[in-house]
């Protein structure tokens, strides 16, 4: 099983890297490739809304030649996709968002002369967040959004796990929050295997 995980933080040594950091590790133990895509190091500009990418039924069909056809190209290759990103303004970072939207778009052929195939259709999403507030409070909306965007485009959402960060005069990175991001990736690894468990809900 090969895991894909897009990190989606400015801030290499921050709380979202330590949470995914754990979860790498784990997953890695546990059999599992692993490929992180930094996208603060990537150029992935906004969607121009232009349309082209519909037209083009086997493949991105994108006029922007920026870092998005080799990112999409790592996501098409794994079996589990990974959204690591921090919570600002109750959603994901713009990296992230900039993704997201091109993807969804030149990755499904929903809007073209002729309707073509959704080139993400079964693969697996989970994501890895961190936020400020309570995190049914400060997560709600992004993780709403993300099993939105799999539905779109024919994907299975597997959980979300989050945890709270509660300020700078608090540690972060402590054994319960790794040791929450070793169980997230058994549960993933888990799901994502033939004759896994059912997957348990976060």
Known sequence: MNVTILFGSPRPAGNTAFLTDAFQK????????TERIDLYARDIRPCLGCMACQDCPDGLGCVQRDGFAPVFRSMLDCDVLVLATPIYAWYCTAPMKALMDRAIYAG??????????ALL?????????????????????????????????????????????????????DEEKARAAREF??????????????LERR
């Open 26 to 33: 784990a997953c890695q133990a546990l059999g599992a490739g």
């Open 108 to 117: 499904n052929k929903n809007y073209g002369r002729v309707k073509g195939p």
């Open 121 to 173: 259709a079964g693969k697996r999403v989970a994501s890895i967040a961190t936020c400020g507030y309570p995190p049914e409070k400060g997560a709600d909306l992004w993780e709403a959004g993300l099993k939105r965007w799999c539905r779109h485009g024919k994907m299975e959402y597997l959980g979300m796990l989050c945890r709270r960060d509660l300020g700078r005069g608090a540690p972060f990175g």
């Open 185 to 198: 990736a058994r549960t993933v690894c888990r799901g994502c295997t033939p004759d896994g468990d059912e």
